[in-house]
């Protein structure tokens, strides 16, 4: 069992930059791979990007990808999430999530995730 909560959300003007901390508690950190989605007002949760639970893969949404950057740090129980070059379109909410589960290393998609973090708002202005 791993509970998580993100910080670092806020308002930033579009070209900025925002870093995103997810934290976790509980034992196993490093059994879990650990990715971040997100979820503007009327859309679906999307992915945004993933981070293996070794930390040797990554992979990125098309849209965030040259971006954002997702790592983790496993002596802190957290996972960063880097967001550079930032648009009015990555306003969302943005959540962490971590699954031991799921035969992929980097599942992208949110029924592979058995944990989630309460979300962290990032507001971008044009």
């Known amino acids: 069992q791993v509970q998580l909560v993100e910080s670092g959300g806020g308002l930033v003007q579009a070209g900025g930059s925002l870093r995103l901390s997810c934290a976790a508690s509980?034992?196993?950190?490093?059994?879990?791979?650990v990715g971040w989605f997100r979820q503007a007002p009327g859309k679906e949760r999307e992915f945004v990007a993933v981070?293996?639970?070794?930390?040797?893969?990554?992979n990125y949404a098309d849209s965030v990808k040259g971006r954002f950057t997702i790592s983790r740090d496993n002596a802190k129980n957290t996972v960063y999430l880097q967001m550079d070059s930032l648009k009015p379109d990555d306003t969302a909410v943005y959540y962490c999530?971590?699954?031991?589960?799921?035969?992929?290393?980097?599942?992208?998609?949110?029924?592979?995730?058995?944990?989630w973090g309460q979300g962290a708002q990032v507001t971008v202005s044009s």
């Open positions: 999530a971590a699954d031991r589960t799921s035969r992929s290393g980097t599942p992208r998609i949110p029924e592979d995730y058995d944990y």
């Open positions: 509980g034992r196993s950190f490093t059994s879990y791979a």
């Open positions: 981070i293996s639970r070794g930390g040797g893969t990554t």
